[in-house]
Nanobody, 120 residues
Framework: QVQLVESGGGLVQAGGSLRLSCAASGNIFSINDMGWYRQVPEKQREWVATITSGGKANYADSVKGRFPIAQDNAKNAADLQMNSLKPEDTAVYYC??????????????WGQGTQVTVSS
C-alpha cells in the first residue's frame, strides 16, 4: 500500500505565501514524477506543476514564476512553495505521484487534497 499525505493548506491574504508538502509512504520501490493539481467546484481538475526524480520541473502558465516545486528524494516528498498568491489560486490542491511499487510496476497515486483559500 502507498499513501500520499498532504499538509500546509489554509487561508491567506492575496500576495501572501503558503507551502504545501506531500509525503509518500508505504510500499515504495522508487518514485518517478510527483506533482500537484488543483480543483475548484464544478470545474475540471487543473494541472499545476510536475517535478521528475531528476529534478526537472514544469509549470502551468498560471503559476510559472510564483510556485516553485521541489522534490526531496530521500524523504519521498515534494513541496510546492506558493508565492504571490491570488484569489484565483483558491482551490483544493491534490498531490500526485507516479510510484514504482516493484521494479516493473508503477501506478499513479493521489493525496486526499488540501484546501487553499486566498482572500482579496
Amino acid at each position: 500500500q502507498v499513501q500520499l499525505v498532504e499538509s500546509g493548506g489554509g487561508l491567506v491574504q492575496a500576495g501572501g505565501s503558503l507551502r504545501l508538502s506531500c509525503a509518500a509512504s508505504g510500499n515504495i520501490f522508487s518514485i518517478n514524477d510527483m506533482g500537484w493539481y488543483r480543483q475548484v467546484p464544478e470545474k475540471q481538475r487543473e494541472w499545476v506543476a510536475t517535478i521528475t526524480s531528476g529534478g526537472k520541473a514544469n509549470y502551468a502558465d498560471s503559476v510559472k514564476g510564483r510556485f516553485p516545486i521541489a522534490q526531496d528524494n530521500a524523504k519521498n516528498a515534494a513541496d510546492l512553495q506558493m508565492n504571490s498568491l491570488k484569489p484565483e489560486d483558491t482551490a483544493v490542491y491534490y498531490c500526485w505521484a507516479n510510484i514504482y511499487t516493484t521494479a516493473r510496476r508503477s501506478d499513479l497515486f493521489w493525496g486526499q487534497g488540501t484546501q487553499v483559500t486566498v482572500s482579496s
